[in-house]
């Protein structure tokens, strides 16, 4: 951990704040439940974030219950919920946060006169009403209030100094100014952070923070730039997830301030050894794949290809890697159990992964470590994570895969049964004749819960390398106008294909039913 370093000064220290389970949560298709977003908070603990947003509590019901449930169990980071300047916001967050060690209420309002005249329908005296109003609300809750200026980079740079004036006065502690459309560049970031530290001294007694979008591919190239002009705090998510293109990657800020901390001169308190494995839990869990030439985590991102390279690589690791792959946590892929080992090995095992599993969940993953032991000669610590996390999702409400045949030859169709469970506990079944045998068993389970999606992403990899690796599939389907995405892990690919299927078909059924319980249209939080 990087705090130890009696080099560094504390005045260098950057706060890292993830927002994978608010932003990146927006993303389309994204729908985790409270279980998966408190073993996502959990890991991020792990990794040593410093504030965790864990939610937009007055979205719905679930949205509420999971803060509340990280706020009450996660410890370490500060736990923080996001907020319109609206009281019942204000209060859904305090509640849903306030039994965390710490905590911090984050509010929100557009200072751009497009958002402001076209979105909010009001003027700028009334968003300097609201802010003043919020703020003071939330201050009666707690001293961490975090206030951001939405579409703050198309903001008026006068008006903002107002509205930050205002957001100080009434005690704001943390100042962010997002570049929300991912518009900026870094030379116009940074410029615009100078003049508010300039039109604003009090800026200098409290955080500010850069929260920036990828729209235009300049999000962590943003991000440094409003560090370098003297932010302190930056907002980032895992795998670079949340609305359109995405937050800036909070494994690209870190390993960029790492790698390049000489010239830099920025620290963050992240155990960067974390990094792989909770992009990998996030990638599971959310049914988003990361793409294999993606900096840091990408599966080709320390993969060297041509000849040359190769030669380098084994010659001097550095002619041509600028990080040790150890160092994001790559390649620590020990073997922990062998085809006999029993159901003491197994939980001890999850134990040390950091994985508590007892009862009827530790039975289920008992059998399933079987099912792969019997398959594979040696499973991996890697294999464990998969296939927990595969267990995970098996909570979503809505449909689950029971059962598949698939008969395929060169010389016949593909044909595919399944059985499926619908929400309401009762099985179906569905039979299809497919061009191959992925189609034919997705068609079967179309068949099986008469649902007509259409798949708009379909992805296969493998857990681990060799070829008795698990499979793992992740699929994206749009059903009714809204989007769901899956993933599944398993031995056998059509299955672990049948698995992200179901579970993207549940999220898009879900969501095409519930659009009220996503968020509120006039939140734009984007
Ligand atoms: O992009 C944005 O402006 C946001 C705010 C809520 C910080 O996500
Ligand atoms: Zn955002």
């Known amino acids: 951990m990087s705090e130890t370093n009696p080099q560094r000064d504390p005045a260098d220290r950057v706060l890292i704040f993830d927002t994978t389970l608010r932003d990146g949560e927006q993303s389309p298709g994204i729908s985790l439940n409270k279980q998966e977003k408190l073993e996502i908070a959990h890991q991020l603990a792990r990794l040593g974030v410093d504030i965790i ?36 916001d204000i209060d859904a967050v305090w509640n849903a946060v306030r039994d965390a060690e710490r905590s911090r209420i984050h509010m929100v309002i557009a200072t751009s006169d497009i958002h402001i005249e076209r979105k909010l329908q009001t003027t700028r005296e009334d968003v300097i009403g609201q802010v003043r109003a919020a703020v003071a609300h939330a201050r009666e809750y707690t001293e961490d209030i ?108 870190v390993m960029l301030l790492r790698t ?103 039975n289920v993953a008992f059998k399933r470590f079987k099912e792969i032991a019997d398959r594979k000669k040696q499973v991996t610590a890697m294999d464990l994570e998969a296939l927990v996390t595969d267990e995970l999702r098996e909570d979503i409400v809505g449909y689950s895969l029971e059962w598949f045949e698939v008969e395929s030859s060169s010389r016949r169709s593909p044909h595919a049964k399944v059985g499926v469970k619908l929400p309401d506990g009762t099985s179906v079944t569905g039979s299809f004749i497919g061009d191959g045998p992925i189609d034919a068993i997705f068609q079967a389970i179309n068949a099986a819960t008469a649902t007509a999606p259409v798949l708009s992403e379909f992805t296969i990899g493998a857990v681990t390398e060799g070829q ?48 009220e319980a996503i968020g509120l249209p006039e939140a734009a939080a984007g």
């Open 260 to 362: 390049r901390e000489p010239t830099v001169g920025l620290w963050t308190g992240i155990d960067t050894t974390e990094i792989a494995r909770t992009s990998r839990l996030v990638s599971r869990l959310s049914g988003y794949a990361v793409q294999p030439n993606k900096a840091i985590v990408g599966r080709n991102a320390f993969a060297h290809e041509s000849g040359i390279h190769q030669d380098g690589v084994l010659k001097e690791r550095k002619t041509y890697e600028i990080m040790d792959p150890t160092s994001v946590g790559l390649r620590s892929n020990s073997i922990v159990l062998g085809k006999h080992s029993g159901r003491h090995a197994l939980r001890k095992a999850l134990e040390e992964m950091g994985f508590e599993i007892d009862g009827q969940a530790l």
């Open 53 to 88: 947003e864990a939610g937009f509590p007055i979205t719905s019901p679930g949205d509420f219950e999971s803060v509340q449930a990280i706020a009450r169990e996660v410890e370490g980071p500060v736990i923080c919920g996001l907020a319109r300047t609206v009281k019942q």
């Open 468 to 515: 008795d690796a698990l499979g793992e599939v992740s699929v994206v389907v749009e059903l009714d106008g809204a989007t769901g995405a899956g993933q599944g892990v398993s031995t056998d690919i059509i299955d672990a294909a049948g698995r992200a299927y179901v579970r993207a078909l549940s999220v898009a059924k879900a969501r095409a039913q519930a659009p």
């Open 146 to 253: 975090e206030f951001s200026l939405e579409d703050g980079s198309r903001s008026d740079i006068e008006y903002m100094a107002e509205v930050i004036h205002v957001a100080l006065e009434e005690g704001a502690s943390t100042i962010n100014v997002p570049d929300t459309v991912g518009y900026t560049m870094p030379a116009e970031y940074t410029a615009m952070f100078e003049a508010l530290y300039r039109l604003v001294p009090g800026l200098r007694d409290v955080n500010l923070s850069v929260h920036c979008h990828d729209d235009l591919g300049l999000a962590v190239a943003n991000s440094l730039a409003g560090l370098e002009a003297g932010c302190r705090q930056v907002e980032c998510s895992i795998n670079g997830l949340g609305e359109r293109a995405g937050n800036a990657s909070l494994e690209e800020i």
